[in-house]
């Protein structure tokens, strides 16, 4: 079935795609989201996982344009005790003059499902915004599982609330957080909360973790402490470092959470710390956000 207006829904590996058609895809991605990506940058965000390529569905016009994208990032999850393959989806997007063809999304998801099942893709996994949530799970009927939370630690108060007085705001939230980091230090002497594994997790492999974290990342990796990535962002003039992955020698606990946190205060200049996603322990250290604070929703999906 294809779309009104003789639209062509095409289906690609990353590989697959020519150098026209990257061209296209790039110049219309950085027109629907202001972005400033270049075809490289895209060919790499796209090959940078264990298969070593995306699954892409390209909707096509009738003088060779692309108006529509959406893909599926093949990464290897466990389920149970076996390996499976699992898609990460985004980089949707239609362009503005397309819109009024509201089924142009569904008819790319459904092709590029319906060729990644094929191929041995058992489930996808979104985190859709607020304009594309109904549509998600109305439309493309996918099951909405939770949202993902926000734990922060706030390290330069006076920065991130904007108070007069900085330097001294910022030198006693500091001052606070340490102290606050020693009282944790001596708590997992006596209680280190770990990670209860899951019925489904991705498999972190040496591969996974070298091209997840390929480049832009902070990281500490060695066998003695374990391994530790987080990449540095300026929101809104505050500098905000992400935990992405901590997994110390005894897996992934609050002992781990302690030593990336003191990875990144003792090497960076960050008025705070965060981690966004789900933690099967309370982390103790960094401190939830409560739903009516959080800068947006972030519904995990799945199909």
Not at 254 to 283: A, C, H, T
Request: glycine share 8%; hydrophobic share 35%.
């Amino acid at each position: 079935m294809m779309p009104k207006g003789n639209t062509n829904i095409i289906v690609r590996k990353t590989y697959e795609i020519n150098d026209g058609q990257w061209r296209k895809f790039v110049k219309e991605f950085n027109n629907t989201f202001n972005r400033q990506s270049s075809v490289e940058d895209k060919k790499e965000f796209y090959s940078s996982n264990v298969y070593g390529y995306s699954y892409h569905a390209f909707a096509v016009s009738d003088n060779g344009n692309i108006i529509g994208h959406t893909s599926l990032i093949p990464s290897q999850y466990r389920a149970g005790d076996q390996t499976v393959m699992m898609g990460i989806s985004g980089g949707t997007f239609v362009s503005k003059e397309h819109r009024s063809n509201i089924f142009l999304f569904r008819e790319m998801y459904n092709k590029l499902k319906k060729y990644a099942q094929k191929e041995g893709m058992t489930a996808t996994l979104g985190v859709p915004n607020k304009n594309s949530f109904q549509y998600v799970t109305k439309i493309l009927n996918k099951v909405h599982i939770g949202d993902l939370n926000y734990y922060v630690l706030p390290v330069r108060l006076g920065n991130i609330m904007d108070l007069k007085f900085k330097s001294i705001c910022n030198f006693l939230s500091r001052l606070a957080i340490l102290a606050w980091y020693w009282i944790n230090k001596l708590y997992i002497l006596f209680h280190n909360p770990k990670d209860e594994k899951p019925i489904y997790e991705v498999i972190k492999s040496t591969d996974f973790l070298n091209k997840r974290f390929k480049k832009g990342y902070g990281q500490v990796a060695d066998d003695t402490c374990g391994q530790y990535y987080y990449k540095l962002e300026d929101e809104g003039g505050i500098r905000v470092a992400y935990i992405m992955y901590a997994n110390g020698k005894s897996g992934a606990d609050l002992k781990s959470l302690l030593r990336i946190s003191n990875i990144i205060l003792g090497q960076e200049m960050v008025d705070m710390v965060m981690y966004i996603g789900l933690l099967n322990f309370f982390p103790r250290f960094l401190f939830k956000v409560p739903k009516s604070k959080i800068p947006q929703k972030l519904p995990l999906t799945v199909d």
